[in-house]
């Protein structure tokens, strides 16, 4: 493949890196960045077989665009910018960590060879994750997390200590299951895939490289005659046209899919307020809410003043939402709350503007219900959100995604504060 000197636009500095089935140009009007242009070439066996196939750089570039995308919009620390040509995207620059990361949730494939005994099908639960150098060489043998702390690989000025492993093992198991859940929506399984890890000029550790359909193992309906992954390619014992062709409509259709797994924004959340006065206390919530992908709508009713225009209210949303969560906001004698989870079988969620200075009175009416009542007390707008979040996300496979990378983003910052303070100590 010749060296380009403009891409979408974008004019090309030195090529940095030439891989099998890739090329890696800096960018100089783009300091920091850097495109990554695929080839039609589909290899495997660390590259003993190779073949050209006509198209694949555009399918591969719409699918790792697509699922770059996914878990950008999910909150995660991504090196994708986007797409920019057919056959090419902007990414941030990093240098790599010469390691793969393998989630298998089904024992199936090289896994069976390494660990004789285990019968294909297992389930792993949690999801397995494996680390394997990158070592074409030596066919990228497996290594231990204890191995990598050993290497000391210095990357972009950042050491791959514990700290780092343990943050690209969390963030390896979140990809997986985010992407398993996204797969779940078209009734097709995430069997295993590997991702790679960079750092930036500005020592963040992100998720780099590509993910397309030579990264992971895709069985529609769970069936593995089903596949439609690169393995169709791998388990080929001669390679025809016609073969060729049949794994490009497989890639074609993954790309397809991908298109059809946005998640609904049929959901919303209904913030009650009790007086305007809370309108403050509400917005909090809102603010939140909206952070976590969540459609939130601010209203102002009472139930000890108005009772038979917040029942008419709630029945309004009832009759044309099936997502639906009540957040109600109301402090002194909380009424709001204690009606509506009398007379609805949505979720509703108790959030008090309660005051340093008055919080066990007025929380006392949102904790102490009526027998038969359900609804749950909270105290700060974040827990509200988050709450509501929790239940909406059972169905909604984004809105799950985002808890799932806070969680990672509270972990990870726990590890980088503790690493600083390790640091702080020692000078």
């Not at 639960?125 to 030596?138: G, I």
């Not at 009650?272 to 952070?291: R, V």
């Not at 917040?310 to 009606?339: D, K, Q, W």
């Amino acid at each position: 493949m010749a060296t380009v000197t403009e891409v979408g636009g974008i004019k090309t500095g030195k090529l940095l890196i030439e891989g099998k089935t890739k090329q890696v140009y800096d960018v100089p009007s783009m300091p920091g960045h850097s495109i990554l242009l695929n080839k039609d070439r589909i290899t495997a066996h660390n590259g003993v077989r190779a073949h050209d196939l006509e198209g694949k750089a555009k399918i591969s570039n719409q699918t790792n665009a697509k699922v770059f995308t996914l878990l950008n919009r999910a909150g995660l620390k991504t090196a994708f910018v986007r797409m920019i040509s057919d056959n090419a995207f902007l990414a941030r620059k990093c240098d790599m960590v010469p390691i793969e990361w393998v989630t298998r949730r089904v024992a199936t494939g090289s896994y069976l060879k390494r660990n004789p005994g285990v019968k294909e099908g297992y389930r792993f639960a949690p999801a397995k994750v494996e680390t394997f150098f990158k070592d074409d060489a030596n066919d990228d043998p497996q290594w231990s997390e204890e191995q990598i702390v050993c290497a000391g690989f210095k990357v972009n000025g950042v050491t791959i200590g514990q700290d780092e492993v343990d943050i690209m093992r969390q963030t390896t198991a979140l990809v997986f299951e985010v992407l398993e859940r996204a797969w779940a929506t078209r009734n097709c399984a995430l069997i295993d895939m590997k991702i790679e890890f960079g750092v930036d000029a500005d020592g963040q550790l992100l998720v780099a490289d590509v993910i397309d359909s030579d990264s992971w193992r895709l069985w529609p309906a769970g069936d593995k005659r089903m596949m439609v992954d690169k393995q169709v390619y791998r388990n080929l014992a001669n390679v025809t046209a016609a073969d060729l062709d049949v794994v490009k409509r497989n890639f074609t259709w993954v790309s397809d899919e991908l298109d059809k797994m946005d998640a609904p924004a049929s959901h919303l959340v209904v913030i009650l307020m009790g007086s305007a006065s809370d309108k403050e206390h509400c917005e909090k919530i809102a603010k939140h809410c909206a952070a976590l992908g969540l459609n939130a709508e601010l209203r102002v009713t009472s139930a000890h003043k108005g009772t038979q225009t917040t029942l008419h209210m709630v029945s309004e949303y009832e009759s044309v939402l099936s997502e639906l969560v009540f957040i109600t906001v109301a402090g002194r004698s909380n009424g709001l709350g204690p009606v509506l989870s009398g007379n609805t079988n949505y979720p509703v969620i108790n959030c008090p503007p309660v005051k340093p200075e008055n919080v066990e009175q007025d929380v006392w009416s949102s904790l102490n219900l009526p027998s038969g009542l359900g609804c749950a007390t909270v105290l700060y707008p974040e827990a509200a959100a988050l709450h509501a979040a929790q239940i909406l996300g059972m169905k909604n496979f984004l809105i799950w995604s985002k808890l799932r990378v806070k969680q990672l983003h509270n972990f990870a910052s726990l590890i980088m504060a503790d690493k600083k303070m390790r640091g702080v100590r020692s000078n």
